[in-house]
C-alpha cells in the first residue's frame, strides 16, 4: 500500500506502467485451472505433430507408392490415423495431469505466463516421489521424437523418389513443399519455446518473455490457413491482389 501511494504521488508519470508491469507479474490461476491450461496446450501440440506425421505418411504413399495407395488407404486405415493423431496425445496428457495431481505442492509460484506440467512437479515437496512422472515425461518425449525420425525417414524417400522425375517434382512442389513450411513452422517455435526455458535469461524484458512463451499458439494457427489456402485459385489471387493494393 506505501509502495503504491509512493509511486502515485513522488513518480505520478512513471505509476501506470510500473503498476501495470507489477500486476502482470503477479497473474494469479487456480490450480485447477492451471492443470486445465496445460491439457488443453499440450493436447494442441502433441496432436499438431501427430497430424504432421499422419499428413507425412500420407504423402510418402501418394507419391513413393502410388499403385498402392488406394489399397492401403482404405477408409478404414483413414480412420484408424485420425483416431490415433487425436486419441493418443489425448491419453498420454491425460496420464500426465492425473500423476501431477497426486503430488503435493509446497510451492505456488511458476515464473511463466502459461503453466508447465513439469514446472509444476518441480513445486512438489521434497518427500514426493516424482519418479512415474519423470518416466511419463521421458516417454512422451520419445514418442514425439520418433515421430520427428518417421516424418525425417518419409522425406528421405520422397526426396529420393521425386529426384528421378519431373512430374514427380512438380507433384512434390505442389503437395509437399507447403507440408514442409507447415512443419517447419511449427518445430521452429516449440524449439525455440524449449530452448527458452532451457537456457533463457531472467533478464529478458516481461513483454518479450510472454511473447515467446504464446508464439507457438499464435504463428503456426495464422501460417496455416495461408499455406494451404494458398494452393486454392481464388485464395491465391486475392491474397496477390490485396498485396499488390498494399504495396502501390
Known sequence: MAYDRYLAICRPLHYHTLMTRRRLSQLEISYGWCLFQIFVLYSYACCELSILAVMAYDRYLAICRPLHYHTLMTRRRLSQ???????????IISISILLTTRLELCRFTIKRLLCVNWMI?????????????????????????????????????????????????????????????????????????LMYMRFGSAEIPQSL???????????PPMINPLIYGFKLTKIRNRILSLIYVTTH
Open 121 to 193: 512437479v518441480q513445486l512438489a515437496c521434497p518427500n514426493s516421489n516424482t519418479l512415474s512422472n519423470s518416466i511419463a515425461s521421458n516417454a512422451t518425449i520419445l514418442i514425439y521424437v520418433s515421430h520427428g525420425f518417421f516424418i525425417v525417414w518419409t522425406y528421405m524417400h520422397l526426396i529420393r523418389t521425386c529426384a528421378t522425375s519431373k512430374d514427380s517434382r512438380v507433384k512434390f512442389m505442389q503437395t509437399c513443399v507447403p507440408h514442409l513450411i507447415s512443419l517447419t513452422t511449427f518445430v521452429t517455435v516449440i524449439v525455440f519455446d
Open 209 to 219: 518473455q510472454n511473447f515467446i512463451t504464446i508464439e507457438f499458439l499464435v504463428f
Open 81 to 91: 490415423l485420425v483416431s490415433f493423431s487425436w486419441l493418443t496425445p489425448l491419453c
